[in-house]
T-cell receptor, first 114, second 115 residues
């Protein structure tokens, strides 16, 4: 089955702790994305990567970091600098075409602060 | 500033009726407009895409219209069923001058189909 796998489904962060959210895809897509979803605010882009070893900041990158060492994997680290990390985090991938940018999403990780 | 607006109030309709959801935008020139479905606690799922030069697109019980003059898209579900209850997101694809594109999502409208 092709798709995007996010883990864990639920994650709890303690004060001052960095946590890493996993995202793996077997769709052979070049582009991958991380979004944050808060109630009433829709999806906001954190980081995206269009090719291995390259990534760009999205609209709300502060307090987050990513890496793209393999085409299949795009982990997101929520650092202690992110003061309001409680949210639903979604990873997506797409074919790196010039136009349509149809995105395929994982099931999400819900992050809460202890 | 750029804005995508979807009705934040839930839409409640009776089974069998047609549901119509609205997506309005300002200060965008989208090349494509997409609609996604999102169930609680799950990621969005792509439903339909319409190009800027298309007026209407259909897929089974779904119909999308795109009016670039009004800056509006309408999303219709005919013969609605309780299984259609979900949040529906519109998203705009803008082509960037330097190459590449940017996808921006609306906040979504929750649809509830009642028996």
């Amino acid at each position: 089955d092709g798709g995007i796998t996010q883990s864990p489904k639920y994650l709890f962060r303690k004060e001052g702790q960095n946590v890493t959210l996993s995202c793996e895809q077997n769709l052979n897509h070049d582009a991958m994305y991380w979004y944050r979803q808060d109630p009433g605010q829709g999806l906001r882009l954190i980081y995206y990567s269009q090719i291995v070893n390259d990534f760009q900041k999205g609209d709300i990158a502060e307090g987050y970091s990513v890496s793209r060492e393999k085409k299949e994997s795009f982990p997101l680290t929520v650092t202690s600098a992110q003061k309001n990390p409680t949210a639903f985090y979604l990873c997506a991938s797409s074919i790196a075409d010039r136009g349509k940018n149809i995105q395929y999403f994982g099931a999400g990780t819900r992050l809460s602060v202890l | 500033s750029q804005k995508i607006e979807q009705n934040s109030e839930a839409l409640n309709i009776q089974e069998g009726k047609t549901a119509t959801l609205t997506c309005n935008y300002t200060n965008y020139s989208p090349a494509y407009l997409q609609w996604y479905r999102q169930d609680p606690g799950r990621g969005p799922v792509f439903l339909l895409l319409i190009r800027e030069n298309e007026k209407e697109k259909r897929k089974e019980r779904l119909k999308v219209t795109f009016d670039t003059t009004l800056k509006q898209s309408l999303f219709h579900i005919t013969a609605s069923q309780p299984a259609d209850s979900a949040t529906y997101l519109c998203a705009l694809v803008a082509i960037l001058t330097g190459g590449g594109n940017k996808l921006t999502f609306g906040t979504g409208t929750q649809l509830k189909v009642e028996l």
